[in-house]
């Protein structure tokens, strides 16, 4: 026996085809205004603080102005062409890459070894790490004020120059030598960026099984290659969140640090693009030259944002 399922008439299913054509829009006009309403205070306040000042940035380095003289001249490209001969710029930049290539690198591997230490199950697990947080809670100039008194400026008066003469070892004089002050600066800035990357490479060790390290830890495998096939490829590509997120701490944060322990000293050999930007608009009243710089500092950032994208294709296959 057959039983024949009743035919809707034409104008009903026209009816209920219409109906639904009609809400569709409806329900897509709300879920776009909902969007608008929660998107749109944030829009605004990114345009309003960064896209229109790097706009305005941009175009004051095509002028030279010093506040003084009225509305900015516009002069082309005189500000890169002055760039270009200045050999002040050239030793900024070249310290900005020491700076970042000597903190950036300790800053990954030291993280990634707190982050297993803290990883583990022991005893007083929850004060390491507390303490590890600490640095989280400062700010670079509150740290260099700290670390002013650690370092202090002569020889064997400082706290940790104190502690090195313990050990009968001449101890360096850290913000008064043009070769230890800017490894003093990467210390502090190290320090700083500490907590915030061992807290992303811990979330990135802890969603490795504890069974599959166990079972590795009964078949013999010992801690180097437990770390070599189970831990980095577990954490590899948190390397490059880890790496891009201190470049930006070591870019930006160089500034504070300059301008309250060194003042871009001794030699110039601490003076950083940021802060030679900042000696140039506020010091000599350039802001023009001083937007051609940080034009230029932008362009180092995405150069080296873009060798770090480069050489992660390579190395976390």
Same mark, same amino acid.
């Given at each position: ?27 897509? /006009?709300?879920? !776009?205004?909902?969007?608008? &309403?929660?998107?749109? @205070?944030?829009?605004?306040? =990114?345009?309003?603080?960064? #896209? $229109? ?69 022991? /005893?007083?697990? !929850?004060?390491?790490?507390? &303490?590890?947080?600490? @640095?989280?809670?400062?700010? =670079?100039?509150?740290?260099? #004020? $700290? ?72 078949? !013999? ?97």
């Amino acid at each position: 026996m057959v039983t024949r399922i009743p035919q809707m008439p034409n104008t009903a299913v026209a009816s209920l085809s219409s109906s639904t054509v009609r809400a569709k829009p409806i329900s897509s /006009r709300h879920d !776009g205004l909902a969007a608008a &309403l929660m998107i749109g @205070p944030n829009l605004i306040l =990114f345009t309003t603080f960064v #896209v $229109v000042p790097v706009v305005a940035g941009l175009m004051l380095s095509f002028t030279t102005w010093d506040i003084t003289n009225g509305f900015p001249k516009w002069v082309g490209l005189a500000n890169y062409r002055r760039m270009y001969s200045d050999p002040l710029v050239w030793t900024s930049v070249k310290t900005t890459l020491k700076f970042i290539v000597v903190g950036v690198v300790p800053t990954v591997v030291i993280s990634l070894g707190l982050a297993m230490l803290i990883n583990f199950r022991f /005893r007083f697990v !929850g004060v390491v790490r507390s &303490l590890y947080l600490i @640095p989280a809670a400062m700010s =670079f100039a509150a740290s260099a #004020v $700290v670390w002013r008194f650690l370092f202090l400026d002569g020889p064997g008066y400082g706290v940790i120059n104190y502690v090195i003469s313990l050990f009968g070892v001449t101890p360096p004089d850290w913000l008064g030598s043009p070769t230890w002050a800017l490894y003093a600066l990467d210390i502090v800035t190290i320090w700083l960026s500490l907590p915030i990357a061992t807290i992303l490479y811990l979330a990135a060790l802890q969603r490795i099984p504890d069974a599959v390290i166990e079972a590795a830890m009964l078949d !013999g495998a010992g801690p180097w290659r437990r770390v070599r096939f189970i831990i980095w490829p577990g954490v590899r590509y948190m390397t490059l969140l880890v790496a891009i997120i201190s470049l930006l701490a070591f870019t930006n944060g160089s500034f504070d640090l300059v301008n309250i322990l060194t003042k871009g000293g001794p030699l110039y050999a601490t003076q950083t693009l940021i802060y030679y930007i900042f000696v140039n608009g506020f010091s000599y009243g350039a802001f023009g030259y001083a937007s051609a710089l940080s034009v230029l500092l932008i362009a180092l950032i995405g150069g080296i944002l873009l060798l770090l994208r480069l050489l992660s294709k390579v190395t976390l296959r």
